[in-house]
């Protein structure tokens, strides 16, 4: 039972009422688990245990998958791809609306699971169906545009025809991470089985369960079986496996992996887009209205726990407004309220696990060893839960210090003052990474001129990352570090075909007709070709 949907049959048993109880474990109903786990192709007979953030608690035992499942889940999608590329785009398209509808109605089932598997705030899982049902209804709204053959101008004006067919690549692995389960492990399929593919997705081990009711959803929706195979295990054992049988690869990861990954698609000529990790900048102009950058700054470094690839971690302000500014932010940040529950209470939830409450703790504890200041927050909050960390804003950090250019992935931000805007994009474009950067200004033509000088694939004015992100028709990834492909959009449909131009020529072929000498022929073909470029012909 949820929250805010008491007529449901009980999906978790455990606190739910604003006053946390620590001691108190949340556990989901036998049945439920084994009704999702059920769609594993699995035979190993091994088993992973996921564990609940919320209490560090048990939360379900996830069957894995061996390499010869892996080879099963590709011969199934397989034939389930080819049906479904005869499949018209309109029927496509009123699958992916059925979806949008779906998401939403079954919204309350979707939280729960989300928090109690990834440990984040109840308002920060609601990004996560909110995504779902965008993308849907993008998609379902734009797929047969986005794939209709285009006419193009062939080489002889008239005489030869140029068509350009977008076709499906056949069968797409995705390759998705734990922060965004319900969102990463399905929006980017979504536009795959658009394309005409079939999908074979290894999510996270640690949020296997979210993932799979997305698959349990698709199936409701009316997408055929077989066409969204899910398969489990460590990325290094069946991640490799359905990258040495993928047509293409959609990796969204860590910048380390994806490197890996890269070079194992490199060595089969597949195609994959790599999304990867961040060290994104926003910049507080000095004519930025100071409570709404507040705003955006609080929630771009804190949402999802900073567990975000879009997040904020690192903060240039006007010298003229930061004493300001930061007075705004800090005050923001210490009236944020932290719990471990299902309902819509607190403002930030847990980390995900040891190994991010490691790394956070790891980061700050380097940067005050070596004299960086803590402005708010800076420690571990055991008695919330066995994962929680402060909302914390550092200042002083320097280039010695870890978390200066290294990705913190958790409620980490550096604040620095700078004296010129000149300042500000050339620090904002330090480091290895390019994926996203906001800009505060009440000058949005200026922020705009400055936007273009940012090296990075998406840049929010007077917002953080959810204008771009949400703006399904714009595309989204990474310059530099930070990747290479793009979700969302026309790209994001577009990199899961192959282009295919087919020229139909008619009355003149190539080469020397009617008698005519090579000579004669070459002759002709150069005058043909100053005509043509005197004429403006492309
Ligand atoms: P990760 O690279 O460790 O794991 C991501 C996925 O890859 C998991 O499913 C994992 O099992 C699998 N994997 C791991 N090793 C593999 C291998 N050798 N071969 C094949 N698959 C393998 O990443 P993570 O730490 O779980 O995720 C956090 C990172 O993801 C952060 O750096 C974050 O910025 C990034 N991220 C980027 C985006 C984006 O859109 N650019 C979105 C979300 C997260």
Redesign the pocket.
């Known amino acids: 039972m949820s929250a805010s949907n008491s007529d449901r049959q009980p999906l978790v048993d455990g606190p739910r009422d604003p006053e946390h109880d620590p001691a108190a474990s949340y556990a989901l109903e036998p049945g439920y688990v084994s009704r999702l786990t059920a769609r594993i192709l699995a035979t190993s007979g091994e088993t992973h245990e996921v564990l609940s953030p919320l209490d560090g608690a048990p939360l379900a035992h996830i069957p894995q998958s061996t390499d010869a499942d892996v080879e099963e889940a590709f011969r199934r999608a397989r034939i389930a791809q080819e049906k479904w590329v005869r499949t018209p785009v309109a029927e496509r398209e009123r699958l992916l609306l059925r979806l949008h509808d779906l998401v939403l109605d079954r919204q309350d089932e979707i939280l729960d699971l989300i928090v109690l598997e990834s440990g984040k705030a109840r308002k920060h899982a609601f990004d996560e169906p909110l995504h779902i049902a965008l993308t849907a209804r993008y998609y379902g709204r734009t797929t047969a545009k986005h794939l209709a053959s285009e006419r193009r101008p062939g080489v002889i004006p008239a005489l030869t025809r140029i068509d350009v067919n977008h076709l499906p690549k056949g069968v797409v692995g995705v390759?998705?991470?734990?922060?965004?389960p319900f969102t990463?492990a399905l929006c980017d399929g979504l536009a795959a089985l658009a394309a005409g593919n079939a999908v074979v997705a290894?999510?996270?081990?640690q949020t296997m369960l979210t993932a799979l009711l997305g698959a349990e959803l698709l199936e409701q929706a009316g997408f055929p079986k077989d066409l969204w195979t899910v398969v489990a295990g460590?990325?290094?054992k069946v991640?490799?496996s359905i990258?040495q049988r993928a047509d293409y690869i959609c990796?969204?990861?860590?910048?380390?992996?994806?490197k890996?990954?890269g070079k194992q698609c490199a060595e089969r000529v597949i195609g994959c887009s790599l999304?990867?990790?961040?060290k994104n900048a926003m910049l507080v102009l000095a004519d930025a209205d100071i409570e709404r950058a507040a705003e955006g700054a609080t929630r771009a470094v804190f949402s999802n726990t900073g567990q975000l690839?879009v997040s904020i971690e690192r903060l240039y302000v006007a010298d003229e407004i930061y004493d300001r500014f930061v007075g705004r932010f800090v005050a923001r940040t210490q009236a944020m309220t932290l719990g471990a529950t299902l309902a819509w209470e607190n403002d930030m939830g847990s980390l995900i696990s040891q190994n991010q409450l490691d790394t956070t703790v790891a980061h700050v504890d380097d940067a005050v060893a070596k004299g960086a200041r803590v402005l708010a927050g800076g420690k571990a909050r055991p008695d919330l839960g066995p994962f929680f960390y402060e909302p914390t804003i550092l200042e002083g950090v320097s280039p010695e210090m870890t978390c200066f250019g290294t990705?913190t992935?958790g409620p980490v931000v550096s604040v620095y003052r700078v004296t010129s805007e000149e300042e500000a994009i050339e620090r904002a474009n330090d480091g290895e990474y390019g994926?996203n950067a906001a800009i505060y200004s009440r000058d949005t033509a200026r922020a705009r001129t400055i936007a273009a000088r940012i090296k990075s694939g998406t840049v929010n004015i007077n917002e953080a990352f959810a204008a771009s992100f949400a703006s399904l028709d714009a595309p989204m990834?990474?310059f530099r570090q930070?990747?290479t492909g793009r979700?969302q959009g026309a790209e994001g449909l577009l990199r899961y075909t192959e282009t295919q131009s087919v020229a139909t020529q008619r009355l003149l072929r190539f080469g020397p007709m009617f008698g005519m000498s090579d000579e004669s022929y070459a002759k002709t073909m150069t005058l043909a070709l100053r005509a043509l470029k005197a004429l403006g012909r492309a």
């Open positions: 390759i998705s991470p734990w922060n965004y990463m290894k999510p996270d081990a460590p990325g290094d991640g490799t990258i990796f969204t990861g860590s910048t380390a992996t994806g890996l990954i999304e990867l990790g961040g690839c990705e992935f994926l990834g990474g930070s990747g979700r």
